[in-house]
């Protein structure tokens, strides 16, 4: 799959997921497989633009490329100096979103709202195209609700303004995450305009990648929350999307060399303090996958020291390592 000038080395992307896809989650997904991962959404807010938070969305130079910011708002002026911004700070790739569902993002006319008025739509996506050299894409969803599936008209003006690539949720505003994706309206798109079409909702098993790649006809997928706590998600992916024997999920101490590399990378990103605050929803979302995940989960959430956090993970996997030992 290939945006702009970037032939990525596998058309799996990992979705931008504001508060997730922070740098250390990024990076396990791409040493998993995945050819491109966005960054956390970013509001077109100038004022919010040298705030810490913010700071530390940035892409980084020394990550793989190419590097990929999202940005959000509903302003078409604002909207294009935050990708220009953006590319001054090393992004590679300008993705806008219109596919955010929630009521912060959409009470302020952002995000998914922004599909129910075309023409507004229009002006952000020429207003950026146009003030960036690098790619841009866009990240929707297919519509404001079951009775106003727009994405064939949303992807026709993507098309025509210069986006790179589509992304499309297969669920509208009003579902946020209730029921099933439908993929239906991504073969729609797939057959009124030539971009690069991303696939993405509920892909959370080889099996459904491939069902959803004949669906849709699309070219690539997105994944999202089916990669949280399993980034190794990517690799399964991966190999049944190049025909090769699916990977088993990791062994238990291979889940805890990586979970402990991911903790301390997020301690080394934001401090020790924020860290291990921001660490608590990631290893809950590991528990799911860990023997004795429940118990874990129920003593993380209570430590907010980072040296604490490492003693009890490692004790945790010492405990499960030697009670399946001793049932060998």
Request: one cysteine or more; aromatic letters at 4%; glycine letters at 8%.
């Amino acid at each position: 799959m290939k945006i702009g000038p970037f032939q990525l080395d596998a058309a799996l992307a990992l979705a931008p997921m504001a508060g997730v896809t922070d740098r250390p989650f990024r990076q396990l997904c791409k040493d998993f497989g995945a050819g491109l991962a966005v960054g956390e959404m970013s509001a077109s807010n100038p004022r919010l633009r040298d705030t810490r938070k913010s700071l530390l969305r940035r892409p980084h130079e020394d990550e793989p490329e190419p590097r990929a910011i999202q940005i959000v708002g509903n302003d078409p002026a604002l909207m294009a100096d935050a990708a220009r911004h953006g590319v001054e700070q090393g992004a590679q790739i300008v993705d806008i979103n219109m596919g955010c569902p929630a009521r912060k993002v959409c009470q302020k006319a952002a995000g998914s709202a922004l599909l129910g008025d075309e023409a507004l739509v229009g002006r952000i996506l020429d207003a950026v195209v146009r003030a960036v050299d690098a790619p841009v894409t866009l990240k929707i969803r297919t519509g404001l609700d079951p009775d106003q599936r727009n994405a064939v008209s949303i992807a026709r003006i993507a098309q025509s303004a210069g986006i790179q690539a589509l992304a499309i949720h297969g669920r509208t505003r009003a579902d946020l995450f209730r029921g099933e994706a439908e993929y239906d309206t991504l073969r729609a798109v797939r057959e009124a305009v030539d971009l690069p079409l991303w696939a993405n909702g509920d892909i959370d098993s080889p099996a459904k990648a491939m069902q959803v790649l004949r669906d849709s006809g699309a070219d690539g997928l997105m994944i999202g929350r089916p990669a949280l706590g399993r980034p190794w998600l990517f690799a399964q992916l991966r190999a049944a999307l190049e025909g090769q024997n699916i990977p088993a999920d990791p062994g238990l101490s291979e889940k805890y060399r990586l979970i402990l590399h991911h903790l301390e990378g997020l301690h080394a990103l934001y401090g020790a303090a924020q860290g291990a605050r921001v660490a608590r929803k990631h290893i809950g979302w590991y528990c799911a996958h860990l023997p004795g995940g429940d118990t874990l989960r129920a003593r993380f959430m209570t430590i907010d020291d980072a040296d604490a956090q490492r003693t009890a993970l490692t004790q945790h996997f010492e405990a499960h390592r030697d009670s399946a030992q001793e049932a060998a």
